[in-house]
């Protein structure tokens, strides 16, 4: 039988691949390039292709393509065929160098956000060789960045490796201060990615699902997810049986999937995979998405990747566990040993802390999205107002820093830094708390406000480039020192006392919170899409990201008009297909239950005006009522809608539909919700809550 080492990575082209099939010299400039970014000649390029398709073929490819991530955040591909014509009518199959760094789809249609207005109308893919490439179904794809011709970047890997140079320039000045050489320093990440999964035939019949990944009606079922017993419960033999193959499937494409199980919500579930380069973990995670669903299909099930698919019980989230490391396998958020590391450690712990706190605004706006604002502050996941969690011990310890007092620990120690070695303290075992947006768990930060169908690249860039600014302002502090140890000591007090505000250990779903955070210690609190974004142009934000050269300022203009734009589509989807679905199932269905219940009523009284009938009295009066309500809601609906998509402003039209349109949306399923209540359960037009969620066997 054939075990999972034998088939892990086997649809990869990986180093193991790369030091098999390419000559020494080859491989070893491959190496440098992918190691330290050189520039690869085109000799160096035509062989690697050559054995990239020669085993690609070998493996069943007959085609290959840029594989990229454009700023819709789904992956794209154009697939062209290895084929070129020979002289005798026959073909021979062929890649070239040039067909591997670069290729020019017509990206005409993707999201620009007016920088196709202004430069060059073509965009370009380049190869990532930092991310191997990989087979899917008959094609090898290829990891591409996707650049404008004026070299802007029309992607999300684009400045997600800028963010990543920014980090390793950044914390290598650093770490030359502690006296370690390193050749480069890179972020990690694990995400946990949360799914739920449904019976294919009931999601086809609700255009909602189909339409928007949501259910826009649903009346609760009798049971949600109060008895807490789907969280860790016994996987049901079709979920299980997809989980498998999901496995299967993503261990062939190297990606370390690691831990499943169900997650609180009935029909919801969670994988993790094992934390890897921040680069590689986002293809990773961009692929698993894309491989749940296909996997889905396969076994008669949706895989549903939306924040809120169903009201009344938990949507789905991503945790982003983060984490800096050496090449030397170093973690630079591990507290250490000796003084030396421990005073290490807890500048880098500084330097996230002063990033989170700068800059709440760019880490609310990486994970702004129409979905994740039904999450966010809705008592199911982190609040919008970020917040930085770090146990009580920890807190402790740099309280004692703070304040130059004895740390009163097991045994009381005064702290001198890079002088005493840290007291042990214990990983905090309240971070299972998951009201916290940015948790310290022991040698990793845990970002948990991402909805689970974000692309992971948005949130790491701005942690990335957050953090690489704290560094920056720590180096340039460091470097001109006369006083190493005191200056550090001073720098790590100040940047305590400057930033504690951020600092919470305690419940994030609780009120007086927020109240506390806004109103005592000033932190931000951007509820919705709209109020975030456009937060994105501020002078400070702008600074930060060019000078690190993450964004230029046109990147960033044209990002805040897609991002913004992508929360009114959505939105206004959602809005059209309620209308349809009112007019076209819920309004018929319900005149057809209260006409059925009419005309029994009027039966009984022909044949006896002495019968009972004040069931299908009452009832059809009820129904009547609440039917006119529907009707009279779906044309105030509508009408909003035809305002909006009026409105010629993008900021203005998204501040309608977050003060305008989301109420009439809530008041017409209101309505509806209450008609499904009353209906008799063959009238009603499509499947109700409990079909879906408990459904699957
Ligand atoms: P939990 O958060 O449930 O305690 P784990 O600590 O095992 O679970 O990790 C959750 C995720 O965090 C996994 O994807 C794991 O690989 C990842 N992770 C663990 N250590 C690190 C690290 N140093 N850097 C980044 N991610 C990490
Ligand atoms: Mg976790």
Redesign the pocket.
Same mark, same amino acid.
């Given at each position: 039988m054939e075990t999972v080492t034998d088939y892990f990575g086997s649809l990869v082209f990986d180093d193991r691949v790369m030091k098999a099939r390419l000559s020494a010299d080859v491989y070893q400039k491959l190496k440098v390039t992918i190691d330290e970014g050189k520039r690869l000649d085109l000799s160096v390029a035509n062989a690697v292709a050559a054995a990239m398709k020669d085993w690609a073929i070998g493996k069943g490819a007959t085609h290959f393509t840029h594989w990229f991530q454009p700023l819709t955040g789904i992956t794209a591909e154009k697939h062209d065929s290895f084929i070129s014509p020979a002289p005798d009518g026959r073909v021979i199959m062929d890649f070239s160098g040039k067909e591997l760094i670069q290729g020019e789809p017509d990206a005409s249609s993707f999201p620009s956000g007016g920088l196709r207005a202004t430069f060059e109308a073509r965009g370009y893919t380049a190869w990532d060789p930092t991310s191997y490439a990989f087979i899917k179904g008959h094609t090898l794809c290829i990891p591409t960045a996707f650049c404008a011709y004026s070299g802007e970047a029309l992607d999300k890997k684009t400045p997600l490796l800028r963010s990543m140079e920014a980090v390793n320039r950044q914390a290598k000045r650093i770490l030359k201060l502690f006296g370690t050489d390193v050749k480069c320093v890179r972020t990690?990440? !694990?995400? &946990?990615q949360e799914y739920f999964l449904i019976d294919r035939a009931d999601y086809d019949k609700r255009s909602d699902l189909i339409y928007t990944g949501r259910t826009l009606f649903g009346a609760p079922a009798p049971k949600g997810q109060e008895m807490d017993d789907h969280y860790f419960g016994v996987i049901k033999p079709r979920v299980a049986a997809f989980m498998e193959e999901l496995n299967r499937e993503l261990w062939k494409l190297g990606i370390l999937a690691?831990?499943e199980h169900n997650e609180v919500a009935p029909a919801q579930h969670e994988l $993790?995979?094992?934390?890897t380069t921040t680069n590689l973990a986002t293809d990773h995670n961009q692929l698993t998405m894309e491989i749940m669903q296909k996997v889905a299909a396969k076994h008669g099930l949706v895989c549903l990747l939306h924040e809120k698919p169903f009201a009344g019980v938990n949507g789905s989230g991503k945790?982003n /566990?983060?984490?800096l $490391?050496t090449d030397t396998g170093e /973690?630079l958020?591990s507290p250490g040993e000796t003084p030396y590391e421990n005073a290490r450690f807890l500048l880098f712990l500084c330097a996230v802390i002063q990033a989170v706190d700068d800059y709440q605004d760019l880490l609310r706006i990486s994970v702004a999205t129409a979905g994740n604002d039904h999450r966010l502050g809705a008592n199911e996941a982190p609040p919008a107002v970020i917040s930085v969690f770090l146990g009580e011990e920890l807190t402790a310890i740099l309280d004692a820093i703070e304040q130059d007092v004895p740390y009163e620990g097991k045994e009381k120690v005064q702290l001198k830094l890079g002088v005493h070695v840290l007291p042990k303290f214990f990983r905090d075992t309240t971070?299972r708390n998951r009201t916290s947006p940015f948790a310290f768990? !022991? /040698?990793?930060f &845990?970002f948990r406000m991402l909805g689970s169908s974000n692309s992971i690249a948005c949130a790491n860039i701005m942690l990335n480039a957050a953090v690489a600014e704290s560094l920056k302002q720590f180096a340039d502090i460091l470097e001109p020192a006369e006083n190493f140890e005191e200056t550090l000591h001073r720098l790590i007090r100040d940047a305590i006392r400057a930033h504690k505000r951020i600092i919470f250990n305690g419940n994030g779903y609780d009120d007086k919170w927020i109240k506390e955070a806004t109103e005592e210690r000033g932190l931000l609190n951007y509820r919705t899409t709209p109020d975030a974004i456009p937060h994105l142009l501020d002078e400070k934000n702008v600074a930060m990201l060019t000078a690190h050269r993450v964004f230029t300022p046109a990147e960033l203009a044209s990002r805040c008009e897609i991002q913004l734009e992508n929360y009114s589509k959505t939105v206004l989807i959602e809005a059209r297909t309620m209308v349809q679905m009112a007019k076209r199932e819920i309004l018929p269905a319900a005149a057809r239950f209260a006409a059925d219940l009419a005309s029994q009523a009027l039966c009984k009284k022909q044949l006896s005006p002495a019968l009972a009938c004040a069931y299908e009295t009452e009832l059809t009066q009820k129904v009547s009522a609440l039917t006119d309500e529907i009707a009279v809601r779906t044309q105030s609906l509508a009408d909003e809608i035809a305002l909006i998509e009026r409105e010629p402003d993008y900021i203005a039209a998204s501040a309608m539909i977050r003060d305008r349109l989301l109420s009439r949306m809530d008041d017409l399923r209101a309505a509806a919700d209450e008609t499904e209540t009353l209906a008799g359960d063959t009238y009603w037009p499509f499947p109700t809550y409990g079909k879906l969620l408990f459904g699957v066997r």
């Open positions: 990690s990440v !694990g995400p &946990e690691k831990t $993790a995979p094992i934390y945790h /566990n983060w984490s $490391a /973690n958020l971070d768990t !022991g /040698n990793k &845990e």
